[in-house]
């Protein structure tokens, strides 16, 4: 009976170890400091990672389907410029749809590049991460935008809003992270992005258009963008146009730290949000603690390396590599 407790409780560890890293991360600041677990401070975090988090629910498509998407910060930037501006010459109405159709036009332009031209992934992303940007800049003329009339618009809803008391960015957030969730892990489509992200040659050979199901990663990895750069933009009414810049690293360390391969054919959309979870509480706790700012990159990047350690220690049963 004891030992079938001790394969339970490590068999838990190995499915769960970045879930009880989260757990044990939550019960340390809340013990240094009582405000952390304060319901508007627990609010005000998740807020301020929507869209951190929204953005790494479609990279999560693209890191488990064996690819990588480091254009998404500067994409983010493109789609928040974009709405501002075209709020004002035609309307939110009109103006959000026509973001999303220009935003995911990126996307399919990426995804055309890697799923069906077959070129490296990091390559292409990181020069569309220039490419984006550059567009960014000629699009705004070099400026930042604002909406006019800040007064009189609707628009402010997404960033700003809140429904039964919860702030609409992470009702937003919690709404496509369970949609995405499903589609991942309960229909074919979400198989094959498995399939072909462990095994792509394997798949090809079983009938999977992995081209097609590549393409269609970074055209959900480009919708999720253009939805935070909604909230981005809603948010303040205004933005500066390198506002994304940077986030992609950031993004994919959430990815990362949610258990989703760099190689691909692993990872799950609630790790993810958990990874993501993980890192807005980590610097909201150091903050709390009083830390310098410049001190809390490194702690930061120390927790991080010791969550992740305790999750692939927890899956091989042991601290350390039997190789080492």
């Keep these: 009976m004891a030992e079938l407790t001790k394969k339970g409780v490590a068999g838990f560890l190995a499915r769960q170890g970045i879930l009880v890293a989260f757990v044990v991360f939550m019960i340390v600041f809340a013990i240094a400091n ?10 005000g975090v998740i807020r301020s990672s929507a869209i951190l988090g929204v953005m790494a629910l ?4 693209v890191v488990i389907g064996g690819n990588l ?16 501006d075209l709020h004002d010459k035609i309307g939110p109405t009109l103006g959000i749809p026509v973001m999303f159709a220009m935003t995911m036009a990126l996307g399919a332009f990426i995804g055309f590049l890697v799923g069906y031209l077959k070129l490296n992934s990091l390559i292409v992303t990181l020069g569309m991460l220039s490419a984006i940007h550059g567009l960014t800049l000629t699009y705004s003329g070099g400026k930042n935008m604002d909406i006019a009339d800040k007064e009189g618009t609707w628009f402010g809803i997404f960033g700003q809003g809140s429904i039964a008391g919860v702030p609409v960015p992470i009702i937003m957030f919690a709404l496509l992270a369970i949609v995405l969730s499903i589609i991942l892990s309960r229909t074919p489509f979400g198989r094959k992005v498995y399939a072909v992200g462990g095994n792509g040659i394997a798949a090809t050979f079983s009938g999977i258009p992995r081209a097609r199901i590549v393409f269609m990663t ?31 690293l950031e993004v994919l360390a959430a990815v990362i730290l949610g258990g989703a391969s760099l190689l691909g054919g692993a990872g799950t959309i609630f790790k993810t949000v958990i990874g993501v979870l993980i890192l807005g509480f980590i610097q909201n706790g150091l903050l709390l603690m009083g830390l310098a700012f410049y ?18 220690a927890a899956k091989r049963g042991r601290l350390w590599s039997p190789i080492a």
């Design 58 to 61: 479609g990279v999560t498509f």
């Design 295 to 312: 001190a809390q990159y490194v702690v930061t990047w120390i927790i991080i390396i010791l969550a992740v350690w305790l999750d692939i």
């Design 69 to 84: 998407d480091l254009s998404v910060g500067s994409m983010m930037s493109f789609s928040t410029i974009v709405v501002l």
């Design 218 to 248: 970074y055209l959900m990895s480009s919708f999720c963008v253009a939805t935070a750069g909604l909230i981005q933009a809603s948010r303040s009414l205004g933005s500066q146009n390198t506002v994304g810049q940077g986030m992609e």
């Design 34 to 43: 009582p405000r952390f677990i304060d319901i508007d401070n627990i609010f």
